[in-house]
């Protein structure tokens, strides 16, 4: 799973995300946790500019993707400017 920023409101149907736990607390009724951090979702979730969220891109549509930032890490694992 990738970090993304996105770009603008954006939103989700189906798949896996992550989100901390502010994330997801207003979502929890449309969220299914199946791991510490992770997410499946049950029903349609929209993220507003700006926010952090983990995806797998492999699954993700192109015009998804457009809306997303990639968030890049060095080595050590921290979020490079």
Do not use: C, W
């Not at 029903?43 to 507003?48: C, G, I, M, N, P």
């Not at 993700?60 to 968030?71: A, F, M, R, Y």
């Not at 060095?74 to 490079?80: F, R």
């Amino acid at each position: 799973m990738k970090s993304f920023r996105t770009k603008e409101i954006i939103d989700l149907y189906t798949g896996v995300i992550g989100l901390n736990d502010d994330q997801a607390a207003p979502r929890l009724e449309r969220l299914k946790e199946t791991k510490k951090g992770e997410y499946e979702i049950l029903a349609h979730v929209q993220f507003k500019a700006g926010e952090v969220i983990g995806l797998n891109v492999t699954s993700l549509p192109k015009v998804v993707l457009s809306k997303l930032e990639p968030i890049v890490t060095n080595k050590g694992g921290k979020k490079v400017s």
